[in-house]
């Protein structure tokens, strides 16, 4: 033990350590926060061919029950999940990153509400997360800005899908029959 006190190999300088060495800079930048992390996001979306991208992605609607009542609301529920470890991102034709349609007439209406200049945008997934949405549709039909419509007994097809061009050709889409009596 005598020689370990006499060595003064325990001896400790009153000044800071200042690295002299460019490998020793780059650690103490690493251990002070200033290093650099892989962002998967961008990873994935410049390095993912968009096929594969899109089979990550499963799209499902549901509803309660397959009967309603005339004038009874049909509560529905659109269930959207990345498959894949890895996020993904999926471009979209404006803002509005999915829609729900009756019988292919989007939000229910007759009348066209897109803005052929909005901006495109993204529709993120954090790897294996799962979006819900939750959706009414009062069984009527806007015929314009104003006037909604209810809709005649019979059978109707909700779909959601997300907002991207051919979204059921590329398997981005759902939709499912109910009956109304």
């Known amino acids: 033990m005598r020689r370990i006190y006499e060595s003064n190999a325990l001896r400790r300088d009153d000044e800071p ?7 020793d800079r780059r650690w103490t930048k ?4 200033e290093h650099r992390t892989i962002n998967w996001d961008a990873f994935s979306h410049a390095f993912m ?14 509803t309660s029950r397959d009967r309603y ?9 659109v ?10 991102k999926l471009q979209t034709r404006s803002p509005v990153l999915w829609t729900w349609a009756v019988d292919g007439l989007v939000d229910a209406a007759k009348i066209d509400r897109s803005n052929p200049t909005e901006r495109r945008s993204v529709f993120s997934f954090g790897r294996g997360e799962r979006k819900r949405f939750e959706r ?27 907002n991207v061009p051919n979204a059921a050709e590329r398997g981005l889409a759902a939709e499912t029959t109910i009956s109304i009596e």
């Open 49 to 62: 061919p968009g096929w594969l991208r899109e089979r990550a992605i499963t799209v499902d609607i549901e």
């Open 69 to 77: 009542e005339v004038g009874e609301p049909v509560g529905f529920c």
């Open 17 to 23: 350590f200042s690295p002299t060495d460019p490998d």
């Open 79 to 88: 269930t959207m999940r990345n498959r894949f470890p890895i996020s993904v």
């Open 136 to 162: 009414t549709w009062s069984q009527t039909i806007r015929h314009s800005r104003r006037e909604w419509v209810p809709v005649d007994p019979g059978e109707y097809t909700l779909s959601a899908a997300i």
């Open 30 to 33: 690493a251990l002070a926060g």
